[in-house]
């Protein structure tokens, strides 16, 4: 089966009476020819990789290697351990949790892609979030990963997980519906509140843009991996508390990739346009490339030749292929 | 369908910072590694869209050259891609490029070790994910998630036959199969992408039985 529409997903977990994430499991043996425990096993690896990352970015600061970022998902778990906080001291767990993937990842440190780096902050954030609360076992949140990956993969097939094509609406937003289909069905929710708890949380994210500043993952990738991980979870409450998104979910994701078709090439990943080109934003840039280019100018490569190279934005006045070589 | 499994969305484990600009691009810098062959002696990265506006900043350059030097995408050393590439005496270059309607994040490698020369077009389109679009400038799509064939020979009547036959004989399922050529009775080059791991008596059964097969080129990176 091809995962391209939610609703056959749920209307196929209700006939053979299984979740989503069972059968997500299912297909995946199907059509891999691997054993369920093979797969689960799998996926329990990618699940620590996932808490590795989280416990080293909360450990200690993790700094990014522009400098421009790093250290918040540490602080903020100092922070939630004072007890003073708006939102519950568990619930933000969930930032921080987040923060911490992101910082990790942007640091060049090892992550999982859910579904994509700059978006992998989110679904550690409220799982590992879940497993410290402990109401729910390991095996139940990697059943919970299979729930979120057959979510991705419906968004991915009929719309988009890349920035670059669909803004971070894209990333972000996958991710954020993602984790809150995941959470619905760890809490035990049906296949119909997994959808609307989708449906909900992509309706946050519709028009979200992709804004790098200097084109790095940073800024603002990180908090909002952090202040997702909140909406994922809110979602998620909201779908099981019987709230449903009235755009039915598949039309949601839809709009997501018309949305993200109509979105200028400035703000899809190119680092030109939104946050990226604030005044802040564009002199972040330079400190970062004027550094880099100043550390490279002693090394021996050809590569030394292209850096050096001006930027040139939007496509005229950059070589063409046919006198490329 | 682009996106099949449960790993493709949860996964791949990866070093930072960006799916699309460091692991697919490990993941190319690995295909083109795999179609030449042999160990890269210099290699020229002209990058668009996307990729051209921000490889330094997400690290694509790093992690196309840790691909072409045969690193994993969770390997730790991607970082110092170009410290590793010093060691082996790899030449490299980047360039910006504008290649027309292609993905954003697309990228052409002209990789070229002691014996020959490939060039290889190729996307990264989301998740870790990339598609070969073109290989030596004909129009041939893969992704290297399957094991995949790559049988340069001469436009021959029976060639897919003889070489469908003997993948069958030999318990192999083709996935995906495209053949182009330069010109009827010319040059041709065919990819064909297969369900089970490809054992060396494959290769020899091949190249055995079809003299018109110049050369085969295995690639894989699942
Ligand atoms: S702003 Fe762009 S690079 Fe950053 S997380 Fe969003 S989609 Fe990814």
């Known amino acids: 089966m091809a995962f391209t529409h939610l609703h056959e997903l ?11 994430g069972q059968l997500m499991l299912e297909v995946e043996a199907e059509q891999t020819g691997r054993t369920k425990e093979e797969i689960l096993a799998r996926m329990a690896r990618q699940f620590d990789v996932m808490e590795e990352a989280v416990r080293k970015g909360t450990r200690e600061p993790v700094m990014t290697r522009s400098g421009i970022t790093g250290g918040d998902g540490h602080r903020m778990h100092a922070y939630l351990q004072r007890g003073q906080s708006f939102v519950h001291p568990d619930t933000l767990r969930a930032t921080a949790y987040a923060l911490a993937v992101s910082e990790v990842n942007a640091g060049m440190g090892r992550i999982v892609a859910t579904p994509t780096a700059g978006s992998a902050g989110i679904l550690p954030g409220v799982l590992v979030a879940a497993l410290d609360s402990g109401r729910y076992r390991r095996e139940e949140l990697v059943m919970a990963l299979l729930t979120a990956a057959a979510i991705g993969l419906v968004i991915a097939n009929s719309a988009s997980i890349s920035g670059a094509a669909g803004g971070c609406q894209a990333e972000v937003g996958s991710a954020t519906a993602m984790a809150a289909g995941a959470l619905v069905e760890l809490a035990g929710g049906t296949p119909e509140q997994v959808g609307h708890a989708v ?7 519709l028009g979200l843009v992709c804004d790098p500043v200097g084109g790095l993952v940073e800024v603002p990738c990180i908090v909002r991996n952090g202040l997702h991980a909140i909406t994922a979870m809110t979602a998620a409450d909201m779908a099981l508390a019987g ?15 018309e949305i993200g078709k109509d979105m200028p090439v400035s703000l899809r990943e190119t680092g030109i346009g939104g946050l990226a080109g604030t005044p802040t934003g564009k002199a972040l840039r330079e400190k970062v490339f004027g550094d880099r280019a100043a550390r490279r100018n002693a090394g021996p490569t050809l590569a030394e030749a292209a850096c050096r190279e001006p930027a040139v934005a939007g496509g005229t006045g950059e070589s063409h292929r046919g006198d490329a070589s | 369908m682009k996106y ?5 969305i949860i996964g791949p484990v990866m070093v930072g910072p960006s799916s699309s600009h460091t692991a697919g691009a490990v993941r190319i810098g690995n295909i083109v590694r795999q179609v030449l062959g042999e160990a890269p002696r210099r ?5 668009a869209g996307s990729f051209a506006e921000t490889y330094r900043g997400h690290g694509t350059d790093l992690a196309l050259l840790a691909g072409v030097l045969g690193l994993p995408t969770d390997s730790e050393d991607i970082p110092n891609a170009e410290q590793v590439a010093a060691s082996h005496g790899l030449q490299y270059a980047f360039a910006k490029v504008n290649l027309g309607q292609v993905h ?8 070229t070790g002691d014996t020959r020369t490939v060039q290889v077009l190729a996307s990264s389109i989301g998740g870790g994910k990339v598609e070969v679009q073109e290989l030596d400038g004909l129009p041939l799509k893969f992704s290297g998630e399957r094991p995949t064939l790559i049988l340069y020979h001469e436009d021959r009547k029976g060639f897919l036959a003889t070489v469908s036959r003997i993948l069958d004989a030999s318990g ?31 290769v020899q059964a091949l190249r055995g039985s079809i003299p018109v097969l110049r050369d085969i080129r295995l690639v894989y990176v699942a």
């Open chain 1, 199 to 205: 449906g909900l949380a992509l309706k946050n994210s």
């Open chain 2, 172 to 202: 192999y399922n083709i996935a995906r199969l495209a053949l182009e050529r330069r010109s009827r009775g010319g040059e041709a080059v065919t990819v064909c992408e297969v369900d089970e791991a490809v054992q060396e008596d494959l």
């Open chain 2, 4 to 8: 099949q499994s449960a790993f493709d």
């Open chain 1, 10 to 20: 749920i209307r196929m977990a209700n006939e053979r009476g299984v979740t989503i």
């Open chain 1, 243 to 257: 709230v449903r998104s009235v755009i039915p979910p598949d039309e949601v994701i839809a709009v997501l990739h």
């Open chain 2, 104 to 111: 954003p994040n697309t990228v052409l490698v002209t990789a």
């Open chain 2, 43 to 47: 290699v020229k990265f002209e990058l």
